[in-house]
Nanobody
Framework: QVQLVESGGGLVQPGGSLRLSCAASGSIFSIYTMGWYRQAPGKQRALVARITSGGTTNYADSMKGRFTISRDNDKNTMYLQMNSLKPEDTAVYYC???????????WGQGTQVTVSS
């Protein structure tokens, strides 16, 4: 199994930037598809970005070119660089590890991102 710990959240003004990190342990990090999801109060958890073990990425449309997901398999760490942040980006951001074979789906505890003036 995989243990995931997010960090890097905080309070930022609109237009600002944050860099989230997700540290993974307990399994073979490199074989998992990794993703960032977010959930605002009263709303469902939604995909932010995903990156496969081979480095292929995809993003939710609302993130467009503002967010960049990356991973460092040697460090068992995934990142989300968030630029041009908007108030609607305010949410708890969760790290996810997923694999199809011997299906696994693991979540971190989340880190709060607040975008406000």
């Amino acid at each position: 199994q995989v243990q995931l710990v997010e960090s890097g959240g905080g309070l930022v003004q609109p237009g600002g930037s944050l860099r989230l990190s997700c540290a993974a342990s307990g399994s073979i990090f490199s074989i998992y598809t990794m993703g960032w999801y977010r959930q605002a109060p009263g709303k469902q958890r939604a995909l932010v970005a995903r990156i496969t073990s081979g480095g292929t990425t995809n993003y939710a449309d609302s993130m467009k070119g503002r967010f960049t997901i990356s991973r460092d398999n040697d460090k068992n760490t995934m990142y989300l660089q968030m630029n041009s942040l908007k108030p609607e980006d305010t949410a708890v951001y969760y790290c996810n590890a997923w694999r199809e074979i011997a299906y696994g789906d693991y979540w971190g505890q989340g880190t709060q991102v607040t975008v406000s003036s």
